[in-house]
């Protein structure tokens, strides 16, 4: 007979949203493990079920909103936390409590303790931590051959289309001696590539005014060209790569990128300009703003060649004359995006964008965006023909039956999810086999879109 003294309390856990609430969702669950509760992806058999949500746009909103309801249809016992547990109602509560009352509780986002604090009132843990239960790289959601790495959290900036620093509060940078350790234990656990995430990666420190902390007994300030460096010197031995993303073309950026023709990091650049006309920057309030991006991006492939850039963009922001809007599918063309994601502008409840006068009709917004990702498209297009006939290293997401039928991965170009992949063919010799989770060499035969056509070597 089962002893259900000794049964561990079982939580299922969805998880949405961005890897920013990707990381604070491992945090929570590396914390459940390491008091014994049981975790699933699954609300099925579950004792009580947490959700993790986003409240960006509202899209994400209507998601999270919908999967808390079938939370509490299939379990009933649900807790709420992530950015959508910030957002209040038209009447100032909480917008979560009052579409579900019947949730247990609601936090916002980056909150495991309060987190925790909730799932003991409603799911005591056992007697028994079970501690040697957590694997030593804590919990990923993640493939075990990537991870993200958050530095900090929250933002100075604000933009005023966006609502993350309302929900997320001013930057806090994590210690550069935390940082640098996770790192390194992920990398020792198997790690091939690692994804540093934040809301601002370029400004790391400012908070702590640089502060020198330390790693292996060896001072390193908190700063992003001192932890870059040292990130690349960790990743060394095992081959592995470091991509940066949410970088803000800061002037110190110009500092990083002969890290990245040195190899140290991934010559890769995720930088979200939104657009490039002055006055839109301006009523958008973006960071760094004032600099002179397309020289600056020139100047960067002079520096350092191979770099690839990736970069979203908002078309329709209000008052966007059509003129404003040429000079942003011009600097696109000019900059040589490689990839390029675009939004048409829509309201974000809160944001102070909405009072903006100048508000486009949706049809011209709709048809802005598409415009945009026509020429975002031949650009990148363009740009990946570069490749073909070279080798290039790849990283293998996916390799059913070692490689022989083929398999799926990424070159340095290609951040997972948001990129392309490049398809590999299968090896012209039977011996030529490769594996899931490691690198391997490939021949580029052809593109495909977005993609890359490959020939293992
Ligand atoms: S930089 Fe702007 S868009 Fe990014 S999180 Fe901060 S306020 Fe939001």
């Known amino acids: 007979m089962e002893d259900t003294q000794l049964k561990a309390?079982?939580?299922?856990?969805?998880?949405?949203?961005?890897?920013?609430a990707l990381t604070d969702s491992e945090l929570i669950l590396t914390q459940l493990s390491a008091e014994g509760y049981e975790t699933s992806k699954s609300f099925h058999g579950a004792d009580l079920v947490i959700v993790n949500t986003c409240g960006f746009i509202d899209d994400a909103v209507k998601e999270s909103l919908d999967t808390i309801g079938e939370a509490l249809a299939e379990n009933g016992k649900v807790i709420v936390t992530g950015c959508l547990g910030a957002r209040a109602a038209d009447d100032g509560g909480n917008l979560v409590s009052q579409v579900h009352p019947s949730v247990l509780a609601v936090t916002g986002p980056h909150a495991t303790q309060e987190v925790?604090?909730?799932?003991?009132?409603?799911?005591?843990?056992l007697h028994d931590p079970y501690l040697d239960l957590i694997p030593p790289q804590g919990i990923k959601l993640t493939p075990k051959h990537y991870a993200y790495l958050k530095i900090s959290e929250g933002c100075n900036h604000r933009c005023t289309f966006c609502i993350i620093p309302s929900m997320r509060g001013d930057l806090v940078s994590r210690p550069v001696g935390d940082v640098l350790s996770e790192a390194a234990r992920l990398f020792e656990n198997g790690v091939k590539e690692l994804l540093v995430v934040s809301q601002d990666t370029s400004a790391y420190g400012v908070d702590v005014r640089?502060?020198?902390?330390?790693?292996?007994g060896k001072p390193v300030k908190t700063r992003m060209f001192d932890l870059v460096q040292s990130l690349g010197e960790i990743a060394k031995p095992y081959g592995a790569w470091v991509r940066l993303h949410y970088v803000y073309p800061y002037p110190h950026v110009d500092e990083v990128i002969p890290l990245m023709a040195q190899g140290v990091c991934l010559p890769y650049l995720d930088v979200p300009f939104q657009h490039s006309h002055p006055d839109v920057l301006q009523r958008m309030k973006r960071p760094a703003s004032g600099e002179r991006n397309l020289e600056r991006i020139q100047r960067w492939r002079e520096?350092?060649?191979?770099?690839?850039?990736?970069?979203?963009?908002?078309?329709g922001f209000p008052g966007e004359t059509e003129a404003e809007?040429?000079?942003?599918?011009?600097?696109?063309?000019?900059?040589?995006?490689?990839?390029?994601?675009?939004?048409a502008y829509s309201d974000v409840k809160g944001a102070a964008a909405n009072?903006?006068?100048?508000?486009?009709?949706?049809?011209?917004r709709e048809e802005r965006r598409a415009r945009f990702m026509a020429v975002a498209e031949e650009v990148s297009a363009q740009r990946l023909q570069r490749w073909v006939g070279s080798t290039l290293k790849v990283l293998v997401d996916s390799a059913p039956g070692l490689g022989r039928k083929g398999g799926v991965g990424r070159s340095f170009a290609d951040a997972p999810e948001i990129d392309g992949i490049v398809r590999l063919l299968p090896p012209h010799k039977i011996s030529k086999t490769f594996k899931t989770g490691e690198f391997m060499s490939a021949?580029?035969?052809?593109?495909?879109g977005h993609d890359l056509v490959a020939l293992p070597v």
């Open 116 to 125: 925790m604090d909730a799932v003991h009132t409603h799911l005591p843990k």
């Open 9 to 20: 309390p079982k939580i299922g856990f969805v998880s949405l949203g961005c890897p920013k």
């Open 325 to 343: 809007f040429e000079h942003l599918l011009a600097f696109l063309r000019e900059a040589q995006i490689d990839r390029a994601g675009c939004f």
């Open 303 to 315: 520096m350092c060649p191979d770099l690839v850039i990736r970069s979203t963009f908002i078309a």
């Open 443 to 448: 021949k580029v035969v052809a593109t495909e």
């Open 210 to 216: 640089y502060r020198t902390g330390f790693w292996n």
């Open 355 to 364: 009072d903006l006068p100048g508000a486009l009709p949706l049809a011209v």
